[in-house]
């Protein structure tokens, strides 16, 4: 995907901040999940709908094909999978570490796509390590907003979230990633 096409795909991905930030700041966990829970159904039965028609299919592809990827035209795309993480990352962690986890999903893991994809030169898989730096260094600044947690707790996430973004996965990252945060932070209250 070229520069371009990807700049487009990871400001629709920065709009998704609306989720973790309506969630912490307008919404019950009940409200926010009832609207996730139908939105996700939606989005699901669409893609459904795409994935096993093909003039479904190519109509959506004309309109959404700048920002969708090739290897998503038989699976479900970042944007299904980004409203059933927080739906399931809502429900499972407490608010905080829900908010957080959102929040590395959808800022750090486009600021990192943007960069890497502008100014990336050192490959490390399928990623830069322009791009994996801009991945930690949001993340921790996230985490000194969003968190009441010794900076160590705050490294080890923003470190965990970074590996877990860079390294190649069959799983989407879409999941991974919020899902290791939430875990690592949670194990960390729990611990220390």
Not at 7 to 35: C, Q, T
Not at 71 to 85: C, L, P, Q, R, V
Not at 114 to 143: H, M, Q, R
Request: net charge positive; with cysteine; glycine share 4%.
């Amino acid at each position: 995907m070229n520069f371009k096409n990807e700049l487009y795909r990871k400001l629709i991905h920065l709009a998704s901040v609306i989720i973790p930030m309506s969630y912490y700041f307008f919404f019950s966990r009940e409200i926010i999940l009832l609207i996730l829970f139908f939105v996700s159904i939606c989005f699901i039965i669409i893609e459904i709908l795409r994935i096993n028609n093909l003039l479904i299919n190519q109509i959506f592809f004309k309109v959404f094909g700048l920002m969708i990827r090739k290897s998503e035209k038989k699976k479900f795309t970042g944007a299904t999978i980004t409203f059933i993480s927080c739906f399931f990352l809502i429900m499972i962690f407490e608010k905080n570490i829900a908010v957080y986890s959102m929040l590395i999903l959808c800022i750090s893991d486009a600021i990192a796509a943007i960069v890497g994809k502008k100014w990336g030169k050192n490959k490390i898989f399928d990623k830069t390590f322009e791009g994996s730096l801009a991945f930690f260094l949001v993340s921790t600044l996230i985490g000194l907003l969003f968190l009441d947690i010794k900076i160590i707790g705050l490294f080890i996430s923003s470190i965990i979230a970074t590996v877990a973004e860079l390294i190649p996965s069959p799983i989407n990252d879409n999941i991974i990633v919020p899902f290791s945060v939430g875990s690592t932070i949670s194990f960390y209250y729990l611990f220390v």
